[in-house]
């Protein structure tokens, strides 16, 4: 009993969390023309681009990339957010073991 109590509790953090992040994906209507994305908003989307992604397959108007963003800015944000998200700066990799 203990053990499916741990798992639904899990279950619903994870949903929680689920819909907490898919409350700014691109494409929401946010942003606009005369206030694009920026670098932050670029970071933000770079980090919720796979439940962007998941979303977009459900509604047409979600896409992963925001399309009124202000450039330059809104790109470095958005890839430094996908790089570090991804693997490339990640906390949890496994550390070699030291030989002696």
């Known amino acids: 009993m203990r053990k499916s109590l741990k798992y639904l509790i899990i279950f619903f953090v994870f ?6 992040l898919s409350g700014c994906v691109p494409g929401d209507g946010r942003n606009s023309t005369e206030d694009p994305a920026g670098f932050f908003w670029g970071i933000w989307h770079g980090w919720v681009a796979p439940i962007s992604l998941i979303i977009g397959f459900f509604n047409r108007e979600i896409r992963v990339y925001e399309i009124n963003n202000s450039g330059w800015w809104y790109d470095l944000g958005f890839y430094i957010a996908v790089i570090s998200g991804f693997g490339g700066i990640s906390f ?6 030291k030989r002696d």
Do not use: E, G
């Open 15 to 20: 949903m929680f969390c689920l819909a907490l």
């Open 92 to 97: 949890f990799r496994r550390k070699k073991a």
